[in-house]
């Protein structure tokens, strides 16, 4: 993690300042060069133009401003557009940088790589036929794997970020074991579909049975044993409320959180709008957002998405737990053993 004394304390200056969006993700692009089997972004037809590099910086002075403290970089893969090494080094000055690929990019653009705080490499299964089968591409997996190695090699924070489904559901305390033993940080994505609409800001998850988690105590397991095997070893990057929250409605479908959309948290697409959530319809423009983020109109979208139920994507989970003050702390104790180990890297 490249943190400058300067970038730490003004990070914890804005995760201790009160109702922010300490949370946001921008989708740089739809373009990708895989096909997922559970994901809609490729299968829809990218916008003609994309925003530009300076319209990308202006939006995240625009973030820094409302206090948000941490981005992930998504798409599509972010990672094919030729200014990506520009944006991580802007973002990363002022903010927690995440960025994803889905391991054909990153080896080949390794440079631009070199300033993110956290480069997540999407790996669902150490087999690797079903690997390629889940991605929709030969060689996909050798591509992750080879991604995963050559970047710790080369000294750059780089973890795994398994999407759990019904189709790996068995193997992820395994999966989990393998990469933390070798010193490789492991965060989950959860496996989610949306329902048609005419006014979501975008779409990312196709419904797919073979994906959809059927098998409920299996995952509830899941999620106790992870809190178990957090007491035992560093790497594994979700809290463990997260993880009590998940097996909670796996075991009874109650939810026990509410989501914070517009709140602390939002989305950004590729066209610079921005959204509580990629299933909501767009609010304006991130450049236009001061203007409008203590408005009646967004209170009253806030209010509406504190009772949405419609979702199961994890990062929204998660941001929804860890909205506020006392949660952001809460995830500095939780993650108090993988914070020792990134300061001494440092």
Not at 11 to 33: E, G, M
Not at 134 to 155: C, D
Not at 321 to 344: A, E, F, P, Y
Request: charged share 25%.
């Amino acid at each position: 993690m490249k943190f400058s004394s300067s970038k730490a304390l003004s990070v914890v200056k804005r995760s201790v300042t009160p109702n922010r969006p300490y949370h946001a993700q921008w989708l740089l692009t739809h373009k990708c060069n895989y096909r997922c089997r559970g994901c809609n972004v490729w299968r829809q037809k990218p916008p003609e133009e994309e925003v530009s590099t300076e319209f990308v910086k202006q939006g995240l002075d625009v973030l820094r401003k409302l206090g948000t403290m941490e981005i992930v970089l998504s798409g599509g893969n972010p990672m094919l557009r030729d200014d990506i090494g520009e944006i991580i080094d802007y973002a990363s000055r002022h903010f927690i940088t995440t960025i994803y690929d889905n391991g054909s990019m990153a080896v080949k653009k390794i440079d631009a790589l070199k300033k993110a705080d956290f480069v997540a490499i999407s790996l669902d299964t150490l087999d690797e036929k079903k690997f390629d089968y889940i991605r929709g591409v030969k060689g996909a997996w050798r591509n992750a794997t080879n991604a995963i190695e050559t970047l710790k090699k080369a000294g750059i924070p780089v973890g795994v970020s398994p999407t759990i489904s019904q189709l790996n559901l068995h193997e992820i305390l395994d999966f989990t074991k393998h990469f933390t033993d070798r010193n490789i940080p492991v965060w989950f994505c959860l496996y989610g579909y949306d329902s048609p609409s005419q006014e979501q800001l975008f779409g990312i998850g196709k419904k797919v049975d073979e994906f959809e988690i059927k098998d409920k105590e299996t995952i509830a397991k899941v999620c106790q044993g992870l809190i178990e095997m957090k007491k035992q070893r560093q790497g594994i990057y979700i809290t463990t409320k997260t993880l009590a929250a998940l097996k909670t409605f796996f075991l009874t479908n109650q939810r026990t959180w509410k989501c914070k959309a517009l709140k602390s948290f939002l989305m950004v697409d590729s066209l610079g709008r921005v959204a509580g959530c990629h299933r909501k319809e767009p609010v304006g423009l991130i450049t236009e957002l001061p203007r409008v983020w203590g408005s009646a109109r967004l209170e009253e979208l806030r209010s509406e998405n504190n009772e949405c139920s419609q979702c199961t994507y994890l990062c929204y989970i998660f941001y929804s737990l860890h909205g506020n003050v006392r949660s952001n702390i809460g995830v500095v104790w939780d993650q108090r053993r993988n914070v020792k180990t990134l300061l001494k890297r440092d």
